[in-house]
Nanobody, 121 residues
Framework: QVQLVESGGGLVQYGGSLRLSCTASGTFSRIYSMAWYRQTPGQRRELVAHSIYGGSRTYGDSLKGRCTISLDNTKDTTYLEMSGLKPEDTAVYYC???????????????WGRGTQVTVST
């Protein structure tokens, strides 16, 4: 199983920047992909960014052009650099991962507990 822990959230002013981090731990062979989602009360969780190790990156519409996802496979960590933040970006940001386990199987959808990002006006 994979455990994910996010960090880096907080309060930022309109137009500011933040970098979120998420590190995977547990028993696995290697991480296949990592992603960031966000959710506000009463709304569905939406994709912010997704990246496959050594492969493609996909961005959701919400922060496209204002964020960059990166992966450090030496640390099993993903980063989300966000800039030009707006009050509507206020949400809980969740980390997600898919992985290869030690028996050759494939695991999907590990989730972190989330980190709150609040953008003030």
């Amino acid at each position: 199983q994979v455990q994910l822990v996010e960090s880096g959230g907080g309060l930022v002013q309109y137009g500011g920047s933040l970098r979120l981090s998420c590190t995977a731990s547990g028993t696995f062979s290697r991480i296949y992909s990592m992603a960031w989602y966000r959710q506000t009360p009463g709304q569905r969780r939406e994709l912010v960014a997704h990246s496959i190790y050594g492969g493609s990156r996909t961005y959701g519409d919400s922060l496209k052009g204002r964020c960059t996802i990166s992966l450090d496979n030496t640390k099993d960590t993903t980063y989300l650099e966000m800039s030009g933040l707006k009050p509507e970006d206020t949400a809980v940001y969740y980390c997600n991962a898919d992985w290869f386990d030690t028996t050759g199987g494939f695991g999907k959808d590990a989730w972190g507990r989330g980190t709150q990002v609040t953008v003030s006006t």
